[in-house]
C-alpha cells in the first residue's frame, strides 16, 4: 500500500472518531463507526500475506455485527426503550470487551507491530465515546462487563510469553476499566485514554526497533538502557504505584459511581496483570547494578514518549481537578 493511501485512510479514521465525538444522533454516531471501521482494515495490510487477510475477515465480522445490532437497537428503542441494552452490547463487541472478547487476541495475533498499536489504541475511542453518550441508567448496566473484562484480561495473560499476547489481555483489563471511568465523569474518561495511548506508545517504540516476540527474549538483551524502561513502561500500564498507570485507576476507584463488589472485582483484576507482569520484569531488574544503571542511555525520541506518558497526564489532572 502506498503512502497517499495510508494518509487517506488515516485521515478517515481521525475524522470518524471526531464525527463520533461530535455526534448529536445515533445515526450520525454509526456513520461515524462505519467509517471508522473501513478507514482501519486497509491499513491491516502492510505486508498483504494470507494471515493478515484471515485477521481483516476476523475483524470486520464482529463490527459488522456490532454495527448492525447497534443500529437496529437504536431504531427499534424509539418504541422499546429496553432495547438500548442491545446498543451497549454492541459497543462491548466492537470494544471486545470480554465476555465478546473472543475476535480480539486471534486478530492481533495476525497482524503487523503498527496495525496492532492502533487496535489497541486509537480504535478504542469512538465505541468509548460512544458509551459514554448513554444515559446514566444504562451505564449502570454496563458495570459487571466492566469488571468481568477486568478479571478475565488478568487471568488470561497468566503464562503468556509473547508479548504481542500480553499486551492484547492487557488491553482487554483496561478496556474494563475505561468502561468504569464512563460513570467517574467525562474528564477522567479523557485522562485515562490518553494515558493509555501515551504508554503504548512509548512501548511500540521500544518494539519496533526488536525481532524478538518473546518477552523473556527481550529482556535477556545485552543493552540494559532498553529493557529497563520498557519495563517501567509495561509495570505502569500495569498499574504498579507510584507510577501513572496507578494514579489513574486511583481516579477511577476514587470518582467511580459502581457498586462495590465491582470496584473489588476491578482491584482484583489489576492484581492479576500486576502479578504476572511482576513475575517477568522482576528478576531482570534485580539483576542490574549500580554500573549497569549509569551507562543507561535513552534517545531524544524514547527520552520524551517516556516523560510524556508520565507527566502530561499529572499537568491534565493538575489543570482540569
Not at 471501521?37 to 476476523?58: C, D, H, Q, R, W
Not at 476507584?253 to 482491584?267: C, D, N, Q, S, Y
Not at 520524551?304 to 506518558?309: C, E, K, Y
Amino acid at each position: 500500500m502506498k503512502s497517499p493511501n495510508k494518509l487517506l485512510f488515516i485521515f478517515l479514521m481521525i475524522s470518524s472518531t471526531c464525527m463520533v465525538a461530535s455526534s448529536s444522533n445515533w445515526l450520525t454516531t454509526w456513520m461515524g463507526l462505519e467509517i471508522n471501521m473501513l478507514g482501519y482494515i486497509p491499513i491491516m495490510f502492510l505486508k498483504e500475506n494470507t494471515s493478515e487477510s484471515e485477521a481483516a475477515v476476523k475483524y470486520l465480522i464482529p463490527q459488522s455485527l456490532g454495527s448492525t445490532i447497534f443500529i437496529a437497537s437504536a431504531i427499534i428503542s424509539s418504541h422499546f426503550n429496553n432495547l438500548q441494552v442491545l446498543m451497549l452490547i454492541a459497543m462491548c463487541l466492537k470494544l471486545g470487551v470480554a465476555p465478546f472478547h473472543f475476535w480480539f487476541p486471534p486478530v492481533m495475533a495476525s497482524l503487523e507491530l503498527i496495525p496492532a498499536f492502533i487496535l489497541l489504541t486509537w480504535q478504542k475511542i469512538a465505541p468509548i465515546l460512544a458509551i459514554s453518550s448513554f444515559n446514566f441508567t444504562l451505564l449502570k448496566t454496563m458495570m459487571p462487563i466492566a469488571m468481568i473484562s477486568a478479571l478475565w484480561g488478568g487471568v488470561g495473560g497468566i503464562n503468556q510469553t509473547d508479548i504481542r499476547s500480553l499486551l492484547t489481555y492487557s488491553s482487554i483489563a483496561h478496556t474494563g476499566w475505561m468502561l468504569a471511568s464512563v460513570s467517574s465523569g467525562y474528564m477522567i474518561l479523557i485522562t485515562y485514554i490518553t494515558t493509555y495511548i501515551l504508554i503504548n506508545i512509548s512501548i511500540y517504540s521500544f518494539l519496533s526497533k526488536e525481532q524478538t516476540k518473546s518477552y523473556k527474549q527481550f529482556f535477556s538483551s545485552k543493552e540494559p538502557s532498553k529493557f529497563f524502561i520498557l519495563a517501567i513502561m509495561i509495570l505502569s500500564l500495569a498499574g504498579l504505584p507510584p507510577l501513572m498507570g496507578f494514579v489513574m485507576k486511583l481516579l477511577v476507584i476514587m470518582f467511580t459511581e459502581a457498586k462495590m463488589v465491582v470496584i473489588f472485582g476491578l482491584i482484583l483484576g489489576a492484581l492479576l496483570s500486576l502479578l504476572y507482569y511482576l513475575s517477568l520484569t522482576f528478576s531482570t531488574l534485580l539483576s542490574f547494578n549500580k554500573a549497569h544503571l549509569t551507562k543507561t542511555q535513552m534517545t531524544s525520541s524514547q527520552t520524551i514518549l517516556f516523560l510524556l506518558s508520565q507527566i502530561l497526564p499529572l499537568s491534565l489532572i493538575l489543570f482540569f481537578f
